[in-house]
């Protein structure tokens, strides 16, 4: 079992940045792949990026693309997603998900386990 806990979101100004925080607990941090999420009002969740078990391996949606940085520290139990150059369509509630195994994927449905997920609001 794994319990995610993100933090970091809030309020912030078109083209700003944040940095979101996913704290990990109950199992070895490092042998499960992480991953963020996203959901907008009246959408279906979506895929932002996701990094390997090693942090040697990450890929990311084609919107956030250069603009938004997955990291983790292992020693730490905590997943990052530094996000700049923030625009009004980034507004979305964030959640970190995780998965067993050594490859990451950018399907929901592959995620195990879920974080309650963080606000983060982009003004225009």
């Known amino acids: 079992q794994v319990q995610l806990v993100e933090s970091g979101g809030g309020l912030v100004q078109d083209g700003g940045s944040v940095r979101l925080s996913c704290a990990a607990s109950?199992?070895?941090?490092?042998?499960?792949?992480m991953a963020w999420f996203r959901q907008a009002p009246g959408k279906e969740r979506e895929f932002v990026a996701a990094?390997?078990?090693?942090?040697?391996?990450?890929n990311y949606a084609n919107s956030v693309k250069g603009r938004f940085t997955i990291s983790r520290d292992n020693a730490k139990n905590t997943m990052y997603l530094q996000m700049n150059s923030l625009k009004p369509e980034d507004t979305a509630v964030y959640s970190c998900a995780a998965r067993n195994g050594i490859t990451t994927s950018i399907m929901t449905h592959q995620y195990e386990y879920w974080g309650q997920g963080t606000q983060v609001t982009v003004s225009s």
């Open positions: 990094i390997s078990w090693s942090g040697g391996n990450s």
């Open positions: 109950g199992r070895t941090f490092s042998r499960i792949t």
